[in-house]
Nanobody, 120 residues
Framework: QVQLVESGGGLVQPGGSLRLSCAASTTILSFVAMGWYRQAPGKERELVATIRVSGTSNIADSVKGRFTISRDIAKNTVDLQMNSLKPEDTAVYFC??????????????WGKGTLVTVSS
């Protein structure tokens, strides 16, 4: 199991920015993909952005043009830059890693989450 530690959440006013960071306990080059998901109160967890080992990224339509995902291979981190934040972006943001076990079976690891609150 990969250990993941998120940081960077907090309270921000509408229109503001935050940068989330997820640090992995092992080299991210061993991962199939890394990404960010979020879960708002009373709602299901949803994909925000992912980046594959190839560097290809996928951004949810709801945040496209406002959020950017990036990775730092040397630091084993994946970051989520969030700009033009809206109240509806309020949620707990979770880091997720997709890997494969020794038998090739898919494995998923989650961080504990970091709270982002967008409010005036």
């Amino acid at each position: 199991q990969v250990q993941l530690v998120e940081s960077g959440g907090g309270l921000v006013q509408p229109g503001g920015s935050l940068r989330l960071s997820c640090a992995a306990s092992t080299t991210i080059l061993s991962f199939v993909a890394m990404g960010w998901y979020r879960q708002a109160p009373g709602k299901e967890r949803e994909l925000v952005a992912t980046i594959r080992v190839s560097g290809t990224s996928n951004i949810a339509d709801s945040v496209k043009g406002r959020f950017t995902i990036s990775r730092d291979i040397a630091k084993n981190t994946v970051d989520l830059q969030m700009n033009s934040l809206k109240p509806e972006d309020t949620a707990v943001y979770f880091c997720r890693v997709d890997t494969r076990g020794a038998d090739g079976a898919p494995l998923v690891s989650w961080g504990k989450g970091t709270l982002v609150t967008v409010s005036s």
